[in-house]
Structures are given as C-alpha cells and as structure tokens.
C-alpha cells in the first residue's frame, strides 16, 4: 500500500535560515507527489507538485523540492525561512482512485 | 485552483447529537472529498463523494455514521451522526477539479467540531 513518511514532527530554524523537511514514499509506480501547508486554524494549502519531468520543482512562497527516486524522497526545501512560514506541512502522494495519502506532517518553528 | 467554503467553521456539540457540514465550490467540480483531522494528526480520507451516487468511503468509514450527499456538482454535505468525544476533530472537505491534473486536490478552511 502506498505510504509516506516524514520522519521529523517538529523542526526549528532561525530566521533567515535554510529549510529543508524530509519525505519519503513508498508507491510502485511514477508518484504523484505534493507538498501542502496548514497554518494555525487554517486549510491546507498546496504549494507544489510533482507529476513527471523535471525532477527539481518550484512552487508558491519561494519553496522548491526535489524528486529523487533512487532514495524514494521529495524533500521541501527553502533558502531563507521568514517568521511567516512557522506551520505545519504535509507530504501527499497519489494513491489510486484519485486519493491522496498523507505524512503525518512536520511542524516547523521559526525562531527570531 | 477553486474557492471552497464550509459551514459551520466550527461547533460544539453535546454526545449522541448529530451536525452537518455542508461544502460549497464557486465551480463546478468532477472529485469532492472528505477528510477528518483528530487532533495533532495528519488527515485521514473518510469518503469520496460521488454526484448522483452513493459515496465511497474508506475503510473504517461507514454510510450510518458519516452519510454524504452530493446533489450537484458544486455541494456535498458531511454528517457526523451520534456524535462521542472521539469524533472531536477537524474536517475537512476538498476538491480535484479535473482541468489540471489527477490528484491535484484544494482543500476547505475546515470545520472545527468538538464534541461534549
């Protein structure tokens, strides 16, 4: 069965410092991958994709990551972290039948 | 992408009650969903709601306890029905509208249920 996991629940950078939060799935074909976000009492949020092609992808808010299939991972990334990116993020991949299936999330803490 | 609205954002309601969410999309749609939340956990799919059909849920979902509609294509409702505290979560509904890509799915700001 197609899985996801991401191994860090909570992760704290500095602003001003790089991000990156990890991914990895588990899916026997070529995934659909995604990559949302859930600010407090808020929905969530896509902020990028991936389907086939370039394996580095760019999304909303200056985020981009990264499809590697030999390591199974899609990992988030982001060179300069603000204060405004303290949320919680999930990971999804394609599971068949149009649904989605989700990490557990990883919350991240920006410290000034 | 589209602009998706729930009501109630939240409530609280007494045990063995029964609330209803409803999910409206400003355009139509081919895919709605809905999703729970509990809390501190990540999102668990409950249900495919199916126009014109009866929903599919996932296991561990059944008809009794959430029964869904979907008259058309830009509404569906959720009940949560007999309501326990375990039921205390956050649920969400989303959309996959077909004109980009599969599994490419926006999501509702949530409704926000506790149970007493």
């Known amino acids: 069965a197609q899985s996801v996991t991401q191994p860090d629940i909570h992760i704290t950078v500095s602003e001003g410092a790089s991000l990156e939060l990890r991914c990895n799935y588990s899916?026997?074909?070529?995934?659909?991958l995604f990559w949302y976000v859930q600010s407090p009492g808020q929905g969530l949020q896509l902020l990028l994709k991936?389907?086939?092609?370039?394996?580095l992808v760019q999304g909303i808010k200056g985020f981009e990551a990264e499809f590697k299939r030999s390591q199974s991972s899609f990992n988030l990334r982001k060179p300069s972290v603000h204060w405004s990116d303290a949320a919680e993020y999930f990971c999804a991949v394609g599971a068949g039948g149009n649904k989605l299936v989700f990490g557990a999330g990883t919350i991240l803490r920006v410290k000034s | 992408s589209a602009v998706i609205s729930q009501k109630p954002s939240r409530d609280i309601c007494q045990r063995g009650t029964s609330l209803t969410i409803q999910c409206q999309v400003d355009s139509q749609v081919t895919m709605m969903f809905w999703y729970r939340q509990q809390p501190g956990q990540s999102l668990t799919l409950i249900a495919t709601?199916?126009?014109?059909?009866?929903?599919?849920?996932e296991s561990g979902f059944v008809i009794d306890k959430f029964p869904i509609s979907r008259p058309n294509l830009t509404f569906s409702t959720l009940t949560v029905s007999n309501m326990s505290p375990e039921d205390s979560s956050i649920y969400l509904c989303?959309?996959?509208?077909?004109?980009?890509?599969?599994?490419?799915?926006?999501f509702g700001p949530g409704t926000r249920l506790t149970v007493t």
């Open positions: 899916y026997g074909a070529t995934p659909y």
């Open positions: 709601a199916n126009q014109g059909s009866e929903a599919t849920y």
């Open positions: 989303s959309v996959e509208t077909g004109d980009r890509s599969r599994y490419e799915q926006y």
């Open positions: 991936y389907f086939s092609g370039d394996t």
